[in-house]
């Protein structure tokens, strides 16, 4: 069992920057895949970013060259660094593990979620 926390979320003018964290509990953190997902208001559930258990990244291509992904393993920890944030940013954050030495991408791949974190881009 894997439990996640989001944090980071908030504000930011269009053009600025944010870093979302996701705090992972358990001590086998380093063998999950862990991948982040958002939902704008309305609309389902998308993929921005997955990082593999050896930190290979892999990209939406409406975030790539914006967007950089991480993982600190030693903090159990998964990070999204996200730059020149536009209007369309917009979204509640998801944080999401599956175990296994792959990137995922497809939302029904991930058993275990957090409670995600809002991120509100102004114009």
């Known amino acids: 069992q894997v439990q996640l926390v989001e944090s980071g979320g908030g504000l930011v003018q269009a053009g600025g920057s944010l870093r979302l964290s996701c705090a992972a509990s358990?001590?086998?953190?380093?063998?999950?895949?862990m991948g982040w997902f958002r939902q704008a208001p309305g609309k389902e559930r998308v993929f921005v970013a997955a990082i593999t258990s050896s930190s290979y990244p892999y990209y939406a291509d409406s975030v790539k060259g914006r967007f950089t992904i991480s993982r600190d393993n030693a903090k159990n920890t998964v990070y999204l660094q996200m730059n020149s944030l536009q209007f369309e940013d917009t979204a509640v954050y998801y944080c999401?593990?599956?175990?296994?030495?792959?990137?995922?991408?497809?939302?029904?791949?991930?058993?275990?979620w957090g409670q995600g974190t809002q991120v509100t881009v102004s114009v």
């Open positions: 999401a593990a599956k175990s296994g030495g792959y990137y995922y991408i497809v939302e029904n791949e991930y058993p275990y």
């Open positions: 358990g001590r086998t953190f380093s063998i999950y895949a």
